[in-house]
């Protein structure tokens, strides 16, 4: 079918996109019909008023890491110079800081670094839950779950159980960047393969922790490649809603950062249109996201790669939570990333100009008390972004 009957059918129906209709939607249909759908479809499921956004720091307590993704610009091998580990005191710090301004979680995440055995995890969760009682514990990736895992000689359900008795309250969704073994072995090829996320991921949700899915792109794979990465992901979740009642809180897509890693360098000279994604194929990406996740609530704008004004698109979009503020991160930002952080007011401000409400939540999802926003609606100066 041509892409508008592929549209029609699945708007007038509801019924699941195949992979093979989301490529013809992905690859053929016009933006603005594309967003004009995840819109609606954005609406049906969560609601056209509201846009959520989390009050977080992200915590890279390690940056050691003997996996050497290509287009990682934050890690350093063991024995560099450059190499840190961060102390429960300094942690604590930061910790202490996100709780000055009311914020709700830290994700955590590092490297994989082989001197860093269970106890070192252990013990540090264990403080953190004491200390800071009040803030989730979103921490350490799948592939920092398996390094976990093979310095301590256990299976990796063994160490999610661990953490999670440490006081782990969930999983962050790094490291997938793209579930496909060909496209996967090219960019990471030390990495984890993809079968090992999705495992670590399911085994996560039986225990009940929290986790979210992301998706890189932009390393010069197919449209195929990046449907057949989110149907992977959907596989997973209609397997865990079943089993366990809990899966995927969220779906978070952004290009790949090509401008201060190995990767880049090695593929400078390659057209300018096979690597990386410009904020059009973003936007095309989210609200063909929107459709195909039939069994995700929440797609989340990636304000921190694409720009505030960008990530107010995407809301008109599909997408229908703005990220968090991000006290602080250091992984994206050293691929050459320009602006990694925003107050709370700033994000308000976006969502208000977006023609929403902002609304505080946590890791879960779950509505917070939020303070007025910035701008009132009936106040507001300019008119939400243009269509592309």
């Known amino acids: ?20 209709d989301a490529v013809v939607l992905y690859r053929d249909a016009p933006l603005h019909a594309l967003r004009n759908a995840a819109n609606q479809r954005r609406v049906e499921m969560n609601g056209n008023k509201q846009v959520t956004y989390l009050i977080d720091r992200n915590i890279n307590y390690t ?30 710090h930061r910790v202490s800081e996100l709780e000055s301004i009311d914020g709700t979680r830290i994700l955590m995440q590092g490297g994989v670094n082989p001197d860093l055995g269970i106890v070192y995890y252990t ?5 953190l ?12 990736s799948p592939i920092e779950i398996e390094g976990i895992a093979e310095v301590a000689n256990l299976s990796t359900l063994e160490v999610l159980t661990h953490l999670k008795d440490a006081g782990m309250h969930g999983l962050p969704g790094g490291g997938a960047e793209m579930l496909v073994e060909s496209v996967r072995k090219d960019v990471s090829p030390k990495k984890g393969s993809p079968d090992n996320w999705l495992r670590v991921m399911q085994e996560a949700q039986s225990l009940g922790l929290i986790t979210s899915a992301t998706n890189v792109f932009g390393f010069g794979e197919t449209i195929e490649n990046r449907v057949e990465h989110m149907s992977r992901i959907r596989e997973l979740q209609d397997s865990s809603l079943a089993d366990y009642s809990n899966g995927f809180t969220s779906f978070i897509a952004w290009p790949v950062q090509l401008e201060n890693n190995t990767y880049g360098k090695r593929n400078r000279g390659r057209n300018k249109f096979e690597l990386g994604a410009g904020p059009t194929e973003y936007l095309r990406h989210v609200a ?75 890791s879960r999802y779950e509505h917070l008390e939020t303070p007025s926003p910035i701008t009132k609606l009936s106040e507001l100066a300019s008119p939400p972004p243009s269509q592309f």
């Not at 007038?12 to 195949?18: C, I, P, T």
């Not at 803030?135 to 350490?140: G, N, W």
């Open 63 to 92: 940056n050691v890491c003997t996996i050497n993704c290509q287009f990682c610009s934050f890690y350093r091998p063991p024995g560099h110079e450059e190499t840190y580990t961060q102390t429960l005191d300094e942690i604590s």
């Open 123 to 127: 013990d540090l969760l264990k403080s």
């Open 288 to 362: 063909v996201s929107r459709l195909f996740f039939d069994n995700i609530d929440h797609i989340q704008a990636s304000w921190p790669t694409m720009g505030l004004a960008i990530a107010q698109m995407a809301l008109l979009g599909g997408a229908d939570d703005a990220g968090s503020t991000m006290m602080e991160e250091n992984v994206v930002s050293a691929s050459g990333t320009n602006k990694i952080q925003a107050s709370e007011l700033e994000l308000q401000d976006a969502i208000v100009r977006a023609g929403f409400v902002p609304r505080r939540r946590n």
């Open 129 to 140: 839950r004491e200390k800071h009682p009040t803030i989730d514990l979103d921490c350490f």
């Open 1 to 20: 079918m041509s892409w508008s009957q592929i549209l029609d059918s699945h708007m007038a129906s509801r019924s699941r996109l195949s992979q093979e």
